[in-house]
Every structure is written in structure tokens, then in C-alpha cells.
T-cell receptor, first 109, second 113 residues
Framework: GQSLEQPSEVTAVEGAIVQINCTYQ??????LSWYQQHDGGAPTFLSY????GLEETGRFSSFLSRSDSYGYLLLQELQMKDSASYFC??????????FGAGTRLFVKA | DVKVTQSSRYLVKRTGEKVFLECVQD?????MFWYRQDPGLGLRLIYF???????EKGDIPEGYSVSREKKERFSLILESASTNQTSMYLC????????????FGPGTRLTVT
């Protein structure tokens, strides 16, 4: 079967750094994406990793290890507005996309 | 700005009704997707389309069909709505060349009674 595993909840303090891990088992792999979704809103794209290594976009970074079927999203200098759900998603062949169940991030003051 | 619009934000239908959910994107994207989102389950792919009149089943196609007669429009059809199809339905589009970002519509909250 195909599956993506990520923690259901993470809590961190404002200003801290948090890492959300994602392990995947899929038939076919093209790349790993991350999306953010605030309550009542639509998912919005954060990052995409097609190759091994780290991609940095401002306070957010994403990492991929294809050999380990593993990736993570790193959020630095946490702000209250970062409280949201974060989804990893695998693009398989033909852009079929499989999403994880999501990680709910709570940022405390 | 890419814009993906969905025909309704909220919809209430009765069991057995045929339901049409419409999605339109304005950026000439080749690929379009329909997902349903349920608490604790993330987004599950129902169907996707990589070109006009082309479609592929996702992970949970049972009870659904789709139509893509024009590039900008992707419709999800519930042939005979059932209560277990009560959910949030999200449409997305993706260029697929030079960008793998999926752009999502605002979603349709469908309740089947």
C-alpha cells in the first residue's frame, strides 16, 4: 500500500524552531511537497523537493532523503500565525498526489 | 495570480440526489484534481485530470465521476449522494512544468442528509 506518516500534533513556543517529519512508502516517487492550511482556509503551497537536500524559503526549509524515504519541514523563528496544519504530499508518476494526514502545529506565546 | 474557483462554498443535498461540483481555474493549467478532506484523514485524491477529456482515478473514486470538457473546468459528480459523502471537497490545479505547486480552490462543504 501507499502511506505517508507524519506526527498528528506538535506544540512549540513562539520564537523557537520546530521540525515536522514525514516518512513515505509509495509506488513511484517524483517529489515531496509541503502545504500549510489554516482553519477554514484552503491549503497553500510551501515547498517542493525533487532532489535530495535542503531547500530554503525564508523562515521555512524543507529536506528530502530519497534513499531513506524521509523528509522534513523546518520552521524557524516561530510566530503565532504559524499555528496551522501542515501536510506533506508525494507526487508520484503523472502528478498523482498522495497527502499525509497532516500535523497540527500549536504555537504558544 | 492563479485563481481556482468552486461553484459553491456550502451545499446541502438529500440522499440519492445527483450532485455536481464545479471547479474553474484561470491559468491554463494542464492538471486538475479533486480531493475530499475529512478530519484526521488529510486530503484524499478522488480523481485527477492531466488534459481535456483525460482522467485518472485517485485513491477513492467509488461513488464519484468527473468531467473535463474544457481545459479550465473540472467537474466532480456524485451519481447518487450518500451520507458518507458528507465532506469538504477541494479542487486544485497544477502547471506541472517548472512548477509543482498545486493551487487550491476555497472548497465546498457538502452535507448529505
Amino acid at each position: 500500500g501507499q502511506s505517508l506518516e507524519q506526527p498528528s500534533e506538535v506544540t512549540a513556543v513562539e520564537g523557537a524552531i520546530v521540525q515536522i517529519n514525514c516518512t513515505y512508502q509509495t509506488s513511484g516517487f517524483y517529489g515531496l511537497s509541503w502545504y500549510q492550511q489554516h482553519d477554514g482556509g484552503a491549503p497553500t503551497f510551501l515547498s517542493y523537493n525533487g532532489l535530495d537536500g535542503l531547500e530554503e524559503t525564508g523562515r521555512f526549509s524543507s529536506f528530502l532523503s530519497r534513499s531513506d524515504s524521509y523528509g522534513y519541514l523546518l520552521l524557524q523563528e516561530l510566530q503565532m500565525k504559524d499555528s496551522a496544519s501542515y501536510f506533506c504530499a508525494v507526487l508520484t508518476g503523472g502528478f498523482k498526489t498522495i497527502f499525509g494526514a497532516g500535523t497540527r502545529l500549536f504555537v504558544k506565546a | 495570480d492563479v485563481k481556482v474557483t468552486q461553484s459553491s462554498r456550502y451545499l446541502v443535498k438529500r440522499t440519492g440526489e445527483k450532485v455536481f461540483l464545479e471547479c474553474v481555474q484561470d491559468m491554463d493549467h494542464e492538471n486538475m484534481f479533486w480531493y475530499r478532506q475529512d478530519p484526521g484523514l488529510g486530503l484524499r485524491l478522488i480523481y485527477f485530470s492531466y488534459d481535456v477529456k483525460m482522467k485518472e482515478k485517485g485513491d477513492i473514486p467509488e461513488g464519484y465521476s468527473v468531467s473535463r470538457e474544457k481545459k479550465e473546468r473540472f467537474s466532480l459528480i456524485l451519481e447518487s449522494a450518500s451520507t458518507n459523502q458528507t465532506s469538504m471537497y477541494l479542487c486544485a490545479s497544477l502547471m506541472g512544468t517548472s512548477s509543482y505547486e498545486q493551487y487550491f480552490g476555497p472548497g465546498t462543504r457538502l452535507t448529505v442528509t
